[in-house]
Structure formats: structure tokens, C-alpha cells
């Protein structure tokens, strides 16, 4: 295939189009190695959430321990008394079975243990939120004890950090599920763990229990699209810098 595409052409030499295309494979090849890299994640946080789903809730602050060590405690089921301190409060946007909304953060003070932790209640919709007529439960969520997900704070890195915002948005929402910058935003000191909540017993709002468990794991189609488009630009390289005789 080659040698047909080279076959009676003399290579010349394009200064323009040659650094557009390097610069567009430069991306492609790097998005294509970060869904490798997902893959990776992927394959490996599907088969820790099946180990561990049927395990039985650990102190939090025992499962913080042993992931200040460096054990991986991701997705470790934990519980935890504490005071609910709904003015130290972070709304994240999302979306839940095709409806948008957010999903609730609260900082929680453990009994008998600093710092704060911020625990995700769940999801409240959009059209909740704008209600005048249905008040969503999260408002006047009394002191209990809290089961959930242990979760590490979420940080980005290129490409994925080239078009998401980790900062808080002009009207109060985050994107980015990191506890350190709630925790800075509202000048306090929280833990760098949140806690994702189980469902509660209680009103409807926010919906706990919201952590996804059932993974869909394309990266691997990703990753062969992004190649396949790099293949393809080099052709087109190629083909206008070996024009015929």
C-alpha cells in the first residue's frame, strides 16, 4: 500500500502543514494513550467494587488509618456518628437516571475525631430544586450514624484537565468531587476522603445510594478511534507531501 502511494512522487517538503499535523498527532496519540490508561483504571475498579461489595462497614476512622498508610481503601464500606453541619454545605452538578441536578456534599464532624469529612447525600434533582412547593429533606437531615463509600478526592490530570474545571462556577456549583477545595472555599480544614452515603431512611431528597457500581468499559474503542484518526492524518500528511510528477 505503501509503495502504490509512493510510487512515481518525489518527497516535498510542507513547513505549514507539517507542524499542524504533528501538532494534531500530538493530541491524538495522547488521547489515545489516556484511554489506555482508563482502561487500565477501569478493569481495576471494576474488579475492587466486586471484591468488596459484600463486605461489611469498617470505622471510618480506621479505614482513613489504613489509607494514610497507603493501602488502597477506595469504595471500602464505612460508618460513622457525627454532626451534620449543613452551612459548610457544596453542591456538585450531575445528573441521575437522564435527570440534571446536583448532588449534595455536607461536611459531617465525627464523633470524637477531627477534621471535618464531607459526606455526598445523594442526588437531588433540578426541578426539586426549583420547587416552591416540595422542600428536599437534606435541609433538616438530623444527627445519625452514616454508612457509605469510603472515596478518594478527584483530581485531574491531562488531557481530562484541558476541559473540565476543577474551580467552583459563578453560581456556587463545583464539577470536580474534591473535598480539599470545598473544604478551602468555605476556610475550613476537611479531610482529603468524602463518603458517599448509602440510601437513607427519611424524605426522597437527595437520593442516596447513587454511587455507580455497573461500569461500561468502551476506553479500549476509544483508544482504537483516537489511533486510527493519527493513522489517518499522517496519511493525509503523506499524500500532500508526495505529490506526482
Do not use: C
Not at 509512493?6 to 498527532?25: E, M, S
Not at 464505612?78 to 453541619?85: D, I, N
Not at 446536583?102 to 437531588?124: M, Q, R, T
Not at 456549583?173 to 474534591?178: C, H, I, K, P, S
Amino acid at each position: 500500500m505503501l509503495a502504490g502511494l509512493t510510487h512515481n512522487r518525489r518527497f516535498a517538503f510542507r513547513p505549514v502543514l507539517t507542524i499542524f499535523v504533528l501538532a494534531g498527532l500530538a493530541m491524538l496519540v495522547s488521547l489515545g494513550a489516556w484511554q489506555l490508561k482508563r482502561l487500565d483504571w477501569k478493569q481495576g475498579l471494576i474488579a475492587k467494587i466486586e471484591a468488596r461489595a459484600e463486605a461489611p462497614p469498617m470505622a471510618l476512622e480506621k479505614a482513613i488509618a489504613r489509607a494514610d498508610a497507603g493501602e488502597d481503601m477506595e469504595y471500602a464500606p464505612v460508618r460513622f456518628s457525627g454532626r451534620l453541619r449543613p452551612s459548610l454545605e457544596a453542591h456538585l452538578f450531575g445528573s441521575y437516571e437522564g435527570a440534571a441536578g446536583i448532588y449534595y456534599f455536607a461536611a459531617v464532624k465525627p464523633e470524637g475525631s477531627d477534621p471535618l469529612v464531607y459526606v455526598n447525600f445523594g442526588f437531588v434533582p433540578q426541578s426539586v430544586l426549583k420547587s416552591s412547593t416540595e422542600t428536599p429533606q437534606y435541609r433538616s437531615m438530623a444527627n445519625s450514624e452514616i454508612t457509605g463509600l469510603l472515596r478518594y478526592r478527584e483530581e485531574l490530570s491531562p488531557p481530562a484537565s484541558w476541559f473540565q474545571s476543577a474551580e467552583q462556577s459563578s453560581d456556587g456549583l463545583w464539577f470536580v468531587r474534591d473535598p480539599l477545595r470545598f473544604a478551602e472555599a468555605a476556610q475550613i480544614v476537611a479531610s482529603p476522603y468524602y463518603v458517599d452515603s448509602f440510601v437513607r431512611d427519611g424524605g426522597p431528597w437527595p437520593k442516596g445510594g447513587t454511587t455507580r457500581v455497573d461500569f461500561r468499559n468502551a476506553h479500549l474503542d476509544y483508544a482504537l478511534t483516537w489511533f486510527g484518526l493519527a493513522i489517518v492524518l499522517f496519511g493525509v500528511w503523506l499524500t500532500f507531501s508526495l505529490p506526482k510528477r
